[in-house]
């Protein structure tokens, strides 16, 4: 695999091909179920069409043991992508950590969401084109992509009103993103979306396929030099050492250059991991859980 670099500096491996669904980068990369605490309290399921999309979705919501729906605090809720990939598990990688932090009462009762897809998920579908950003440096002929901010506004304007109706869900500053691999790069763009309106108050962005269209994900971090919000926002990338020097490359180059702006009102931690792309899934979660309750993500309307 070749690298070159583009003339601002940033860096573009070239001949990287868009490949399956799952789109995991990594050398060595197993495909071992993440380990992870049993999932406790209620887990519902919701289907929901989005106008703005044109497609469905299956919403899971876990609800911790002790919820209320009739709760005058809201509750703290982590919304989870990448439920549709079943051995991967993500969403109860994420409810179980939430579960085992909730009883040793490092974190608060915390409802964790999954989006995910009532279909099979395969090449071009809803994973690919939701998660990727628009391309500008190379073409893809198999399959959508570049849907992220047609799903971007489904978050936030279908799926969280649906769940506000239902749930005594916590305001912007109580609610976090976690993503894995292109979930992970959605959620980067997720947070440069980052303006007075933002649905998030937290992101965590596990091996995030930064590499995608050769860095396109850049401009974006560009416009972050703006800081619209007010409200404080974090930050938690990993990347796990034995991924291979494409997704090491932009994760070093990418923390660098995001680190030293020291944009205000953006709290930015990273943590690198000895292990593959799999292998980052579970400590990435439950770390970025602690972070982000130990940097302030609470339950307020």
């Not at 309290?41 to 919403?59: C, F, K, M, P």
């Not at 962005?205 to 860095?215: E, H, K, N, T, V």
Request: charged share 15%; proline share 7%; with cysteine.
């Amino acid at each position: 695999m070749k690298k070159t670099y583009k003339a601002d500096g940033f860096p573009v491996v070239m001949g990287i091909v868009l490949f399956s669904s799952l789109a995991l980068l990594g050398n060595g990369c197993s495909m071992v179920a993440p380990e992870h605490p049993e999932t406790t309290g209620e887990t519902q399921r919701h289907a929901l069409h989005s106008d703005i999309v044109n497609d469905d979705y299956d919403i899971l919501v876990r609800v911790p043991p002790d919820y209320d729906n009739a709760s005058p605090t809201p509750y703290p809720v982590i919304f989870q992508l990448d439920v549709q990939l079943g051995i991967l598990d993500e969403f109860n990688v994420t409810a179980g950590h939430v579960s085992s932090l909730e009883e040793d009462g490092v974190i608060p009762s915390t409802i964790v969401v999954g989006i995910g897809y009532p279909y099979a998920e395969g090449p071009g579908n809803g994973r690919m084109r939701d998660y990727t950003i628009p391309m500008e440096n190379q073409s893809r002929t198999e399959g959508a992509t570049g849907g992220s901010p047609a799903f971007y506004r489904f978050i936030t304007n279908e799926l969280i009103p649906f769940l506000q109706s239902r749930y005594p869900l916590a305001g912007p500053q109580g609610r976090a993103l976690f993503g894995h691999s292109l979930g992970g790069l959605f959620a980067i763009y997720s947070f440069a979306q980052r303006d007075s309106s933002s649905p998030f108050g937290g992101f965590v962005a596990a091996s995030p396929s930064l590499w995608f269209d050769g860095g396109t994900i850049y401009k974006y971090l560009d416009s972050l030099q703006l800081g619209h919000a007010t409200d404080t926002c974090r930050l938690f990338m990993t990347m796990g050492d034995l991924e291979g020097p494409a997704m090491n490359v932009y994760f070093d180059d990418f923390t660098s250059k995001l680190n030293a702006r020291g944009l205000p009102g953006v709290l930015f931690s990273w943590r690198n991991y000895e292990t593959d792309h799999i292998g980052t899934i579970s400590p990435s979660f439950r770390d970025g859980l602690i972070y982000l309750f130990d940097n302030g993500l609470r339950g307020t309307p």
